[in-house]
């Protein structure tokens, strides 16, 4: 069919949500999302430039895509690595279309002028877009993304970020919460803001502590959730405001990225490790029941075998629930890139492997604790004769018995099956009668 189209997005929750973004704007002129490429007359990529092996992976998809000859198929590559690479994609690699983050909005008409024969086309402008007014459908039943600014003014000197989706700025508060009352009445009731930096927030003398009081006004929003905070910018006031929200859950995604304060600096992160642990020791004993989350990453240029042990004596005293954990990879137009002397990749991956198997024994041990405890959970999920369910602190339960999507209550936690706690309805019985 002339007008399908497929896409795969790749990276992290913000381009999970721009994909929503290009799906409403296509769907809106008319074109038809396929679930199979091979169905597709247009086959998107929405790429990720933060690792080198997200772009090699995408590079490889376009090149694969290219060989098949594919019958006047159009491939294009949007997002963060059509920014980086721009009209390289088209001369090299063989893109159809490259556009940018900021460029989606006019993805009818490139992808028209494509469809009539036109010479590739390119849109790589940073314009500041918030992508106000478009209204992506939730990815799930019950769970639902909005992004309430997008950009990065911090360039941590590691980043690509704000150099390929351009400087900090926030949607419209008004905008926001129309999105999320729109979501409410398609059944959403746990809702995450995303963004870069959502602490940075500020929008017509609106800060981050101010909207999220707003969304908690929305009736039928159960859950608030948020991704990601950056350390510098979580302070009393956010911490104040988040143990005094009622639908705040209590997971908190907080990247470390070292433990060591000389390479924290060199990062350029802006806050020192015992901040950090200032920050967690505050909220732990305001929010009791917090779990947190990070980001770490290893083999910065400089970090010593010391500078690495800092990084494992912070994951030690903190006993994250859950980290996502990266080997530096060195990015163009960035500080870092610079900064000598580089960690022989060999000894990075090491010390990857080892601070792996740390963490998720950290894990393993926080997850074993919960056996017995009662926790409420959102139903979000069917799997055969299981529901898939939610703690607030963002852990997934299974249950071994169907119940309505959408139903919040309390179960207990019975067993771990590899690293799924597996929960018991508490007081079914009563409940049936
Ligand atoms: N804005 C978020 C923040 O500051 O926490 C993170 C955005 S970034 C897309 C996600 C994670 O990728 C970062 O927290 C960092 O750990 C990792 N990352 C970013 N640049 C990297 C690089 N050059 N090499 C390896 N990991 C990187
Ligand atoms: Fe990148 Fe730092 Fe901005 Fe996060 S805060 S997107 S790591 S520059």
Redesign the pocket.
């Known amino acids: 069919m002339r007008r399908s189209f497929y896409i795969k997005a790749y990276g ?1 929750q913000m381009n999970l949500y721009d994909a929503g973004v290009v799906k409403e704007i296509l769907e809106n002129d008319g074109y038809v999302l396929v679930d199979q490429e091979n169905e597709a007359k247009v086959v998107l990529l929405l790429t990720c430039s ?2 080198n092996h997200a772009e090699s992976r995408a590079l490889g998809r376009l090149a694969s895509l290219k060989r098949k000859g594919n019958g006047g198929r159009i491939v294009g590559i949007l997002g963060c690595m059509a920014q980086n690479f721009k009209e390289t994609l088209i001369n090299q690699y063989g893109a159809d279309l490259v556009v940018g983050p900021d460029g989606y909005r006019r993805l009818p008409e490139l992808l028209n002028n494509c469809l009539n024969n036109q010479p590739p086309q390119i849109c790589v402008q940073l314009n500041e877009e918030c992508y106000e007014g478009i209204r992506p459908k939730p990815n799930g039943k019950v769970t639902g993304f909005v992004s309430i600014m997008r950009g ?1 003014n911090n360039f ?1 000197s ?2 690509i ?1 704000p150099y390929v989706r351009g400087g900090e700025r926030s949607k419209n508060f008004d905008d926001i919460i129309k999105e999320i009352e729109i979501l409410s009445r398609d059944g959403i009731k746990d809702i995450t803001l995303v963004g ?2 959502v602490l940075a927030y500020q929008k017509n003398g609106l800060d981050f502590c101010e909207l999220i009081k707003l969304v908690q006004r929305i009736p039928d929003i159960e859950r608030i959730r948020f991704i ?1 905070a ?1 350390p510098k910018d979580f302070n009393q006031r956010v911490i104040d405001t988040l143990a005094n929200l009622k639908k705040f859950c209590q997971g908190i995604h907080l ?1 470390l ?1 070292s433990g060591s304060n000389q390479v924290l600096e060199m990062m350029n992160r802006r806050y020192s490790r015992e901040e950090y642990l200032q920050k967690i020791e505050l909220t732990r004993k305001l929010i009791p029941d917090v779990v947190f989350t990070t ?1 770490i ?1 290893v083999g910065f240029p400089t970090e010593t075998e010391e500078d690495f042990a800092a990084t494992l004596d912070m994951v030690q005293r903190i006993r994250f629930d859950f980290a ?1 954990m ?4 060195p ?1 163009p137009q960035t500080k870092a890139i610079n900064i000598k002397p580089v960690v022989d990749p060999k000894i990075a991956h090491k010390r990857l492997e080892h601070l792996i198997e740390f963490q998720n024994q950290i894990t393993k041990e926080n997850n074993q604790a919960l056996i017995n405890k009662e926790l409420e959970v959102m139903i979000e999920a069917h799997n055969g004769k299981q529901s898939i369910a939610r703690t607030r602190t963002n852990k997934i339960v299974i249950i071994d018995k169907i119940k309505p999507i959408g139903e919040i209550t309390i179960a207990k936690v019975i067993d771990i099956r590899g690293w799924t706690p597996i929960g018991e309805i508490k007081n079914e019985e009563q409940e049936i009668k």
């Open positions: 992290c933060v690792r990065c941590c590691y980043c970020v870069q930096n990601t950056h990247p990225q980001d990453m996502y990266f080997q530096y990879s990015r």
